[in-house]
């Protein structure tokens, strides 16, 4: 049994993909009164492909693949139809502006906009009857701390987690108490979740080595965990942990592709953040005639400082400095600073960091020169971070409502990190542009 249901977005996507050409069949049928001919198929495949394909990215960065719209059910409507007004607009540009298409379709498009949203509002809808009727099975959980207490909220509410916890123990209980507790109702636990490296329960091993033969599965808590929430619980890490899991080599195959991406979005930052300079300069100069730019010091690659530039948002933020007791009131964000931090234009300026290599697109968050060294000192293990390239960008920026203020969101934030580090990857790379879009284009919309 999978424990955690990871096929369900990609069958969603392949049913997507299904109800969109179904819908095109069924509008040519209705609008040619009949079964459409080969010829008119062949007129409309090349063009609506396109648009199939790009839909379904349009899904995604709508987030109709993701955790949130699978829990909210009264959400799924309003989002199918902003994605396909987004979509519909996408298509009228390629239909009209596209000389190679031999088909500019009016009423077509426009039906068969109406009809593929009804039916994908329809067939979501159904999705919670359909993936909730697989099975939940109850399972022990030998943990205890916050982390436990998430992850056992979590398996309540999530109908992609395959387990529920019908019983929980501390892991710190006595091994009598652990053994009692494998019985359920008189049979044993077919599934339990515990940290099995936990040396109080090093006495329990000969026992878990039974049950594991009497299919009796042992599932480690920490695993369980970084699939549930794609990131990595804290409570497990120590030197060994690091040194097992955490490489600052990558396949060079990977680290081309990904300097190649860095190169092409580099460019296209830099020249967004020359289109828009002189506005946000004018603007500036107006507010408060200070400067445009500053110049800051952050926390690279292995800890090395290194220096780059941003569009001024707040009042005196000149050098970039962290103040750890800074009066309230005494360094605030301008007005102009508020549209552009909402819109990540003050961080268009380092795409000539990202052009240098200093930075990349996507990685960990540098710090700012001061915050960095605090944090290293509240947060065991926090300089694992710096490991690879900081980004523009990142698994914990798309995570993350805001950026972290206190001890606790840092320590989230770092658990994110690590997940990206362990797995990083091309098409992990490719899910946070894409994502990345989707936030850009909320905060705009907001």
């Known amino acids: 049994m999978a424990i955690v249901n990871k096929k369900e977005p990609i069958i969603l996507g392949f049913v997507d993909i299904i109800i969109l050409a179904a819908s095109l069949l069924v509008t040519l049928a209705l609008r040619y009164h009949g079964m459409p001919s080969s010829n008119l198929i062949d007129l409309h495949v090349l063009p609506f492909s396109i648009i199939f394909i790009y839909s ?17 059910r009264s959400s799924v409507p309003g989002t199918v139809i902003k994605a396909q007004i987004v979509n519909g ?8 502006f596209i000389p190679s298409f031999t088909v ?25 009857s359909l993936f909730s009727l697989r099975r939940k099975y109850p399972a022990l959980v030998i943990g205890s701390g916050p982390e436990a207490d998430e992850l056992i909220g979590e398996m309540s509410v999530n109908p992609r987690v395959g387990l529920y916890c019908r019983k929980r123990i501390d892991q710190d209980a006595s091994a009598e108490t652990l053994l009692a507790a494998m019985e359920d109702n008189g049979s044993t636990f077919q599934y339990i979740v515990a940290d099995v490296n936990n040396p109080n329960l090093a006495a329990l091993l000969p026992e878990l080595y039974k049950k594991f033969f009497l299919k009796t599965q042992i599932i480690d808590i920490h695993e369980l965990y970084e699939q549930v929430f794609n990131r990595i619980p804290l409570s497990c890490m120590n030197y060994a942990w690091v040194m097992s899991h955490i490489s600052s080599v990558s396949p060079k195959a990977y680290d081309l592709m990904k300097r190649a991406l860095d190169v092409f979005f580099g460019l ?17 100069k107006i507010e408060d005639k ?29 050098t970039g400095k962290w103040v750890a007791e800074s009066s309230k009131g005494s360094n605030q964000v301008t007005r102009v600073g508020r549209f552009i931090r909402k819109t990540r234009i003050d961080e268009l300026p380092q795409g000539l960091a990202v052009l240098k290599g200093d ?27 710096t490991i690879i390239t900081p980004g523009l960008t990142g698994w914990a920026q798309i995570n993350q409502d805001k950026p972290p203020q206190t001890i606790e969101e840092n320590k989230i934030r770092m658990s994110y990190d690590l997940y990206y580090i362990k797995y990083r990857s091309l098409g992990l790379d490719v899910r946070i542009i894409l994502r990345t879009f989707r936030t850009l284009l909320s905060r705009v919309g907001a």
């Open 104 to 128: 500019t379709p009016k009423v077509t498009l426009f039906a068969y906009i109406f009809l593929s949203s009804a039916v994908l509002i329809l067939w979501r809808m159904s999705t919670y």
């Open 56 to 72: 379904i990215v349009v899904f995604y960065i709508s987030g109709l693949y993701g955790r949130t719209v699978s829990l909210a």
């Open 290 to 318: 200070g400067p445009v730019f500053i110049r800051q010091q952050r926390t690279g690659k292995n800890g090395v400082p290194m220096h780059y530039y941003k569009f001024r948002s707040m009042q005196r933020n000149e």
């Open 89 to 96: 607009l996408i298509a009228v540009a390629l239909f009209y």
């Open 359 to 385: 930075m990349s697109l996507i990685g960990p968050r540098s710090d700012i020169a001061g915050l960095g060294e605090r944090l290293a000192k509240e947060i065991p293990y926090y300089s694992v971070r």
């Open 268 to 284: 296209i930052v830099g020249l967004a953040a020359c289109v828009v300079y002189p506005f946000v300069a004018i603007a500036v």
